[in-house]
């Protein structure tokens, strides 16, 4: 017995990186999943996003452990293709009793070369894009009775992180959705949490281009991006260990909380 058995798990980002991990981590332990991505580029992000057949591979490797999945491609931009995604996959899995948010693009750009295309992507994707998710399937939590929602945030929404203004503040702002949601649906035995990871090895790091030479015109930065272990990053899997805590019994009693990941990062 799994345990995650008889549960159905609604991922976002789930074409590759922590999303895929997330999604065959969650089936090894029994549960079906609802795969959603974007599977196209987002034109102000200097790298490639997850492709159709990343997708269709996530899915492969969910079928190959004996669990069932429903690939989506979806915007999580768009509210209702998100609420038609969640239809879907309830209608072929039975419900939604785990949410993971975790779509996010990044780019690292100082203040002043952060173009208002570059902001509103990243504050779309990150922010609405979590708000969005929330809204289609929260209610399908509400009919199973509960359920557990597990929030990518990162430890640039924890401080300042230079040259990450739209991504440090849309990551502030799933942090603090996250606890007002977690007091709105504790009374219905729905637990919301974040999920701070710091360096994890998925292409989104290729988002972060540019950063020795950052460092190189403001070394006075660079003791902020030090971690206190010994690891530079770490990979996806490892984060996907702490999604499967929250979304177990094992954590039944823990909302409202930003649990970090970040190699002794925010010590520093």
């Not at 009374?187 to 281009?209: A, E, K």
Request: hydrophobic content about 40%.
């Amino acid at each position: 017995m799994g345990k995650l058995n008889e549960k159905v798990a609604f991922i976002t980002g789930a074409g590759r990186g922590q999303g895929r991990a997330h999604a065959v981590r969650l089936a090894e332990e029994g549960a079906d999943i609802i795969a959603v991505d974007v599977c196209k580029n987002v034109d102000s992000i200097e790298y490639d996003l997850a492709s159709p057949d990343d997708l269709d591979e996530t899915a492969r490797q969910v079928e190959s452990l004996g669990s069932k999945v429903v690939p989506v491609v979806a915007d999580v931009r768009d509210r209702e293709a998100l609420v038609s995604a969640a239809s879907q996959g309830v209608s072929a899995l039975g419900g939604i009793d785990i949410v993971c948010a975790n779509a996010g693009i990044c780019i690292m750009k100082p203040w002043d070369e952060t173009t208002d295309e570059i902001w509103r992507d990243q504050i779309d994707v990150i922010l609405t894009g979590t708000w969005n998710t929330l809204k289609a399937t929260v209610p399908h939590l509400l009919n199973r009775g509960g359920g557990s929602v597990i929030i990518t945030a990162s430890v640039a929404g924890a401080r300042g992180n230079p040259f990450l203004s739209a991504y440090g503040a849309a990551k502030h702002g799933v942090i603090g959705l996250s606890k007002t949601m977690a007091n709105e649906l504790g009374m219905h035995n729905i637990r919301v949490n974040c999920i701070s990871p710091n360096g994890v090895n998925t292409g989104l790091l290729d988002g972060l281009g540019g950063f020795d030479e950052l460092m190189a015109k403001d070394p006075h930065f660079a003791p902020m991006f030090t971690n206190a272990l010994p690891v530079e990053v770490v990979e996806p899997r490892d984060i996907s260990e702490t999604v499967l805590y929250l979304a177990s019994d094992e954590s039944r009693f823990t909302t409202g909380h930003n649990l970090l990941i970040d190699m002794g990062n925010l010590l520093r």
